[in-house]
């Protein structure tokens, strides 16, 4: 007689049968094979957009590409250099070290390197967030979170040099390893994520919550390590912290120079008020952060409360400080992302999402390539 794993597996290649589970390697192909090959229809539907609007896919470094590129070169300043103070300090390492080491590697222009490390990234996250989805909730098709991924109208976050590929990657590696409780690997992400960017640091939370739940039932070496992994993830953002510190003085100077940036903090309600009586590009941020906080929220009461907490502070700390990018922290941010692919599981959802994503992604792609500001 055929032993049950041969029975589910078979059942998987017949028909993706709901609740039988996948081996590993089954599930890391598929998810390998719809990455790539989603994947490269977006850069083939970048390309045409370049195409008809005359430019080129390897020249869009701007805005905040053009700072990571900076930093990549030059480090960060040790005093003022612009009359507008609006210095790096904002910008987190990892990424920009991960620039260098490509420079370094290829003898490319930086610009250039940092475009195509972020492609490579944005390949690498939409594999990753397969994987974390699967893994949250195994019923649900592959081909659902990789479209939320590859459609998202801020997908061109992914093709210009910009943090956010990595950044989800990262969250999505994260949480993996959380739910199988690898909690020295988790940490060792973790750290990373913490130097990646500001929200990275968050990531204690989550941990914080399995950890101790965990902590009941481990022996002492499983405590060690519950403990050790806690302890690695803010070290990425000490280590930046200790390098302000000996560059210009001033270990808090990522925070102290959010004011040179025009973001004061205040409450996040009143923020989203003003944004919804601003009207224009405001009030569409203003709704678009609201129903992300609502989604966080959700995701507590219902879900995982581990997800939920990460997702509704991840949002909070930017949305009180002004509306400007907070689209950037709600589209790359895999447990909100997790919500729209469970919610393509409804075919209405599905012949509404789909067509709105794609229309969204080529309108952004078709302003960045103009040089339109409001989409950085």
Avoid at 106 to 125: D, E, H, R
Avoid at 190 to 202: D, H, Q, V
Avoid at 235 to 242: K, Q, S, Y
Avoid at 310 to 332: A, D, E, N, T
Wanted: charged share 10%.
């Amino acid at each position: 007689m055929m032993h049950m794993p041969g029975i589910q597996q078979l059942l998987y290649r017949i028909g993706n049968k709901p609740g039988t589970v996948r081996p590993n390697s089954a599930i890391q192909w598929e998810a390998g094979m719809l990455a790539l090959g989603l994947f490269l229809l977006h850069q083939l539907i970048e390309w045409g957009i370049a195409v008809v609007y005359h430019h080129s896919v390897l020249d869009i470094c701007h805005w905040d590409c053009l700072r990571y590129v900076a930093l990549a070169e030059q480090g960060y300043p040790a005093a003022v250099t612009t009359s507008d103070h609006m210095e790096n300090w904002a910008f987190f390492p990892l990424f920009p070290l991960l620039i260098r080491a490509g420079v370094a590697l290829t003898a490319s222009p930086a610009p250039l390197v940092a475009v195509l490390l972020g492609k490579l990234l944005f390949l690498g996250s939409i594999y990753a967030f397969i994987l974390f989805a699967r893994k949250y909730s195994n019923t649900l098709p592959a081909l659902y979170p990789a479209l939320i991924v590859t459609l998202s109208p801020y997908a061109v976050y992914g093709n210009s040099g910009y943090t956010e590929p990595l950044f989800l990657l990262l969250t999505s590696v994260f949480f993996l390893l959380l739910k199988d409780r690898r909690f020295l690997a988790c940490g060792l992400v973790g750290m990373l994520l913490s130097a990646s960017r500001a929200p990275g640091i968050l990531a204690t939370l989550p941990y914080a919550l399995v950890a101790l739940q965990s902590l009941r039932t481990a022996n002492w070496e499983q405590r060690k390590e519950i403990v050790l992994g806690g302890l690695l993830i803010p070290l990425g953002l000490g280590l930046f912290m200790f390098h302000l510190y000996h560059r210009m003085g001033d270990a808090l100077a990522f925070l102290h120079v959010q004011k040179a940036w025009g973001r004061n903090f205040g409450n996040p309600l009143t923020v989203i008020a003003a944004g919804i009586r601003q009207g224009t590009i405001h009030l569409d941020w203003a709704l678009m952060s609201l129903t992300a906080v609502v989604a966080a929220l959700l995701l507590i009461a219902m879900q995982d409360a581990a997800l939920g907490v990460f997702s509704l502070v991840s949002l909070l700390i930017p949305l009180s400080s002004g509306l400007q990018s907070m689209p950037r922290y709600i589209w790359w941010q895999a447990p909100l992302l997790l919500l729209l692919a469970q919610a393509m599981k409804w075919r209405a959802a599905r012949l509404a999402l789909i067509p709105l994503f794609a229309a969204g992604m080529v309108y952004m792609y078709i302003a960045w390539m103009m040089g339109k500001s409001w989409t950085t």
